[in-house]
C-alpha cells in the first residue's frame, strides 16, 4: 500500500520554476507553482505578467516514496527537496490550501521575509534604501530595524515595512557585493 501523498516544498534553480513544473508534472501526482499578478517595471510601458509568487519554489504532492525522490531530483531545473536530516518535510494542507485561495483571488499579493529578532538585513526600498542594520520588535508587535555602531556603542532604529527588508548572512564579513 502506498503512503498517504503529502505537499512537499521543491527548490529550484535561480528562474527554473517554470521547466521543473514541467519536467515533474508528468512524474508526481500534482504540482503546484504559485502565480500572482504583477506590473512590469519599464521606462517605455506598463504590463500586467503572472509572477512567480515564491521564487525559486514550487510544490508537489506525492507519496515521496525512494523512487519519487530520485525522480523529483533527476527532473530539470530542480534543485532539492525542502526537509531535514530525516528526509524530505511535508507541508501543512491548510497552508498549500491558504495559498490556493489567495492566488485563486487575483489579489495583488507580495511574499514578505519572515524574520527573526537580532537578523542582519538590508533595507531595499524607500528612504532608507541601502542601511544595514538588525531586526528588534518594539512593543506594540510591529517590526523595527536597528542600525547600530558598535564602535560608538549607540544605535538608532527605524519602523519598517517587511517587505522593504531583504534578510542577509548573519556573518558580517559575507554581505553583498554592493556594500563591500
Known amino acids: 500500500m502506498a503512503p498517504n501523498p503529502k505537499w512537499y516544498a521543491v527548490g529550484t534553480r535561480s528562474r527554473h520554476e517554470q521547466v521543473a513544473a514541467d519536467e515533474l508534472a508528468p512524474r508526481v501526482g500534482e504540482v503546484f507553482l504559485p502565480r500572482t499578478k504583477a506590473l512590469s517595471r519599464r ?3 506598463r504590463k500586467i505578467y503572472n509572477k512567480v509568487l515564491f521564487p525559486g519554489y514550487l510544490f508537489v504532492r506525492s507519496p515521496m516514496t525512494r523512487e519519487d525522490r530520485v525522480a523529483i531530483l533527476r527532473a ?6 525542502l ?17 490556493r485561495i489567495l492566488v ?20 531595499m526600498e524607500g528612504p532608507f534604501q541601502g542601511v544595514i542594520g538588525r531586526v528588534a520588535r518594539s512593543s506594540d508587535g510591529r517590526q523595527r530595524i536597528v542600525c547600530s555602531i558598535d564602535l560608538l556603542g549607540r544605535a538608532v532604529a527605524a ?11 548573519d556573518d558580517p564579513r559575507i554581505l ?5
Not at 553583498?176 to 563591500?180: E, L, V
Open 83 to 99: 526537509g531535514n536530516e530525516h528526509g524530505p518535510y511535508p507541508c501543512a494542507d491548510h497552508e498549500i490550501e491558504s495559498i
Open 76 to 81: 530539470l531545473g530542480v534543485a532539492r527537496i
Open 43 to 45: 521606462k517605455d510601458r
Open 104 to 123: 485563486s483571488a487575483e489579489a495583488a499579493l507580495s511574499p514578505v521575509p519572515c524574520l527573526r529578532k537580532g537578523q542582519l538585513v538590508m533595507v
Open 159 to 169: 519602523h519598517l515595512e517587511r517587505a522593504a527588508v531583504e534578510a542577509l548572512p
Open 176 to 180: 553583498p557585493d554592493a556594500m563591500s
